[in-house]
């Protein structure tokens, strides 16, 4: 069976995920501390609160549970492509984890990573190659 290659815009989606990794595990956690307070600001809300608020333009309860719900939907988003990585990411060799680590996490540059791992260049670019489209088939795109 031939598998197709992913396209240049696939990889580099792919490449865009990976390497932004960690900061959209920080993001995450952010967008939950809003959507906390958020929360915790409509619960704390009276009823004299409340009614005064029809007495103004648009719903400031309303405004807020729609915020809450906004971000509900980034942290799915952003979920689903983080559980792709760590699915895919605790089933790749340990040879590949390392390279992973230390090119998309770590944003290592290419000499310092092949140093690292005691590879070659034709070798670095060759494990870059054959981990992706394992990363692509978790993310559906293959």
Not at 81 to 104: C, F, G, M, N
Not at 113 to 121: N, Y
Request: with cysteine.
């Amino acid at each position: 069976m031939h598998e197709r290659r992913l396209t240049k815009g696939e990889r580099a989606f792919v490449e865009e995920k990976l390497h932004n990794f960690k900061a959209n595990e920080a993001l995450v956690k952010e967008l939950q501390e809003e959507q906390k307070e958020l929360a915790g600001a409509i619960r704390g809300a009276s009823m004299d609160k409340a009614r005064a608020a029809n007495y103004q333009v648009g719903d400031p309860t309303a405004s807020t549970a729609i915020k809450i719900y906004t971000i509900d939907e980034e942290i799915q988003r952003i979920g689903f492509w983080q559980r792709a990585i760590k699915d895919t990411y605790s089933i790749i060799s340990p040879e590949d984890k390392e390279l992973v680590r230390l090119v998309y996490f770590e944003n290592t540059p290419i000499y310092p990573t092949i140093d690292q791992l005691g590879i070659s260049e034709s070798e670095y670019y060759r494990r870059k190659r054959n981990v992706l489209p394992i990363f692509a088939r978790r993310m559906c795109i293959l």
